[in-house]
């Protein structure tokens, strides 16, 4: 959408789409990204799904959508705790609910992308000696521990196996 060659397109598409009773996704972390000739689709939005946010997001947003008061203070009362939990807003014209996803410890080892976080898993994998599955798996485990609960014990069938098999 950054793209101002694509941003009209993206409109024809989203304008037939709802005729047809289908619904444009996209997600973003940064609206700066749309052009300002993406105004007419983003004032078409049923559904905002808002992850927690800075203050001038919020004020982003309100640029699109009629935020009241409340709107914005719940938006703003989302809260993230790295490693554990992340919450978010859901907006349309039935709802207005705040909600927090706790991704399971392996999805959120495999996802992490901070520079901090992929040294981790290479330290990890020079001291074990284990690839960057390995290195994942064993951030899952620790992140498990640290939630109180017991790791996941996954295990992969050897080479040897896997010819057995065949």
């Known amino acids: 959408t950054k793209n101002p060659l694509l941003a009209p397109y993206i409109m024809k598409i989203t304008k037939m789409w709802r005729k047809l009773g289908a619904w444009f996704w996209l997600a973003t972390q940064n609206m700066d ?20 946010m800075p203050p001038d997001e919020v004020e982003k947003i309100s640029r699109f959508r009629e935020l009241t008061p409340a709107q914005k203070g719940l938006m703003l009362s989302a809260r993230k705790e790295s490693g554990k939990y992340t919450e978010g807003v859901v907006l349309s014209k039935s709802m207005e609910v705040l909600f927090r996803a706790v991704p399971p410890s392996l999805y959120l080892a495999l996802a992490m992308t901070e520079p901090e976080e992929k040294k981790q898993r290479y330290d990890l994998m020079q001291s ?4 960057e599955l390995g290195a994942a798996l064993e951030v899952a485990a620790d992140l498990d521990r640290k939630r109180g609960i017991d790791p996941l014990n996954i295990t992969f069938p ?9």
């Open 33 to 52: 990204d749309f052009p300002p000739s993406t105004a007419p689709m983003l004032n078409m939005i049923e559904w905002w799904i808002c992850l927690n």
């Open 128 to 131: 074990m000696g284990v690839d």
């Open 158 to 166: 050897t080479p040897r196996a896997l010819e057995n098999l065949a």
